[in-house]
């Protein structure tokens, strides 16, 4: 990324409402901080970071960061027949 501000801004911008979020990942040792920090702050979600050490954690981290972003059922009350 060339500029970090201008992205988190654009997120910021995009993420104003309850039905847009970010969660930032950031991979390696070289995955900068700051933008996937900002970007998951800005976007009101959650940064993760994993080491390439461990980069099995990444899909534990996937896994949670979908389950935060649908905190509750999206269908209730439903019947269904087959057949």
């Not at 995955?31 to 993760?48: I, T």
């Not at 461990?54 to 439903?78: F, Q, R, Y």
């Amino acid at each position: 990324m060339n500029n970090s501000y201008d992205t988190i801004n654009k997120i910021r911008s995009h993420c104003n409402n309850d039905k847009n979020r970010v969660f930032a990942f950031g991979v390696g040792s070289g995955a900068d901080r700051h933008l996937v920090d900002g970007c998951a702050n800005a976007g009101k979600g959650k940064s993760y970071f994993v080491t390439e050490n461990n980069l099995s954690a990444l899909k534990g981290m996937v896994i949670d960061a979908l389950l935060e972003a649908m905190p509750e059922p999206m269908l209730t009350g439903c019947d269904f027949s087959f057949g």
